[in-house]
């Protein structure tokens, strides 16, 4: 008898060669070009978290010229239908936002031994030209078969840094699009080596310590911001994490003072919370208030005049989940990877799959192929070589979701 993973790695080896699938497969291998010159020119529109407009609009326009129905959602989110079914869909999602972005179009150039050079070409310029390919390639091939489903394409914003997953938040809103969607495959990044089925969870804050400030010299021994927060820094860095699950902590930027002889009158850090558990990090987010708090009695105990105050602010929140090992979603694209002789991995990230799978909706995140390098630095690189078998096992993932009844019920 044949088992769960052969029956759809049969059924991905038939679908391969149904007439309009194989076109649709064949068209990632003969159109690379087209699809390198997209990917280069979207990374020269500029999208940094929060102004992800332009980029938007642009992609908007291509996915409209390939037939597809589009709009952007009052998030800035764009979401395009392939083929307009009101079914149950299948969304294929990349987000618009980078971390750095390029100064000019000429800082996004092309090295002599093909790489693509510059920020964002790979996270996520890769994920972003995967979805112009794959609507490309089904706007190709009429001879699809037709079904109640439908493949959904979104380019999304704010997945970076303190955009906090604000498009797929509004993506999977209850009673919004989301009702529809039966699947997530978030593309992300270069490579087809790995299928992060676990969401990393994060939870982000801003302390700040605010007091009277004055001279360092007349006005010594007033309640300083800059010593409390030094004393919560070193309180809340000294717990001790072992074991499981699997947390961190880290401060990553501390800010405060006008000059070497001035008594402060603010200072400020952000600190980041990530674990593979929910519950794990409201223990540290409990921690990080007493450390907050005990440094604050602390230094308005031995100051003689004025005192400190503490704020903490939540400024980002990307809730942990994980996908069933059972999963139809996960036994579906590992047919297709054993079916196109793709090796991967399972692993952990904080990605916009974060947000579905916290919702218990199936989820997972993957590379759209090619190899990159030097993410969220200006020296970031992405080779297309290979890219065709990504976006082969990205369409066939999706194609066959849309056919098993146990994802994606069809009538």
């Given amino acids: 008898m044949a088992s769960s993973v052969e029956r759809p790695a049969a059924s991905a080896a038939v679908l391969a060669q149904a007439p309009g699938w194989r076109d649709a497969l064949r068209w990632f291998t003969r159109e690379k070009q ?91 310029g890769a994920g972003l030209a995967a979805l112009l390919a794959i609507a490309k390639a089904l706007r190709s091939s009429p001879a699809i078969e037709d079904s109640t489903g439908d493949i959904l394409l979104i380019a999304n914003v704010g997945e970076e840094g303190e955009g906090n997953l604000s498009g797929m938040r509004q993506i999977c809103k209850p009673n919004g699009l989301v009702r529809r969607i039966a699947a997530f495959l978030v593309l992300d990044g270069a490579s087809t080596d790995h299928i992060t089925t676990q969401a990393l969870g994060s939870r982000r804050f801003e302390v700040t310590y605010s007091g009277p400030g004055g001279h360092s010299w007349s006005d010594f021994g007033t309640a300083n911001p800059v010593h409390a927060l030094g004393r919560a820094v070193a309180l809340f860095s000294d717990i001790r994490l072992n074991g499981s699950p699997r947390s961190s902590l880290n401060i990553g930027m501390i800010e405060g003072g006008t000059s070497i002889n001035a008594i402060p009158v603010l200072a400020r850090a952000k600190v980041d919370i990530r674990s593979e558990s929910n519950a794990a990090m409201e223990d540290l987010v409990r921690l990080l208030a007493e450390a907050v708090e005990r440094a604050q009695e602390v230094e308005n105990q031995r100051a003689v005049s004025g005192r400190v105050t503490a704020k903490i602010r939540e400024i980002g929140s990307r809730p942990a989940g994980r996908l069933p090992e059972d999963a139809a979603l996960l036994r579906h694209l590992r047919a297709v990877d054993a079916h196109l002789g793709i090796r991967s991995h399972l692993d952990m990230a904080s990605t916009d799959a974060n947000v579905p799978l916290s919702l218990g909706i199936p989820a997972v995140s993957i590379g759209a192929g090619g190899s990159g390098g030097g993410a969220h630095t200006p020296q970031e690189w992405f080779l297309p070589e290979r890219r065709d078998l990504a976006l082969k096992r990205i369409l066939l993932t999706a194609a066959l979701l849309l056919r098993c009844p146990e994802t994606c019920p069809l009538a």
């Fill in 34 to 124: 087209w699809i390198n010159e997209r990917h280069l020119e979207l990374c020269r529109i500029p999208a940094p978290t929060f102004l992800e407009g332009q980029r938007a609009e642009w992609m908007a326009a291509q996915l409209r010229s390939y037939g597809c129905q589009v709009e952007i959602d009052r998030t800035g989110n764009v979401v395009a239908q392939v083929r307009g079914s009101r079914g149950p869909c299948i969304a294929l999602t990349a987000h618009l936002d980078t971390v750095i972005a390029p100064r000019d179009r000429d800082e996004i150039q092309v090295s002599p031994d093909g790489r693509f050079l510059g920020p964002g070409v790979s996270d996520n």
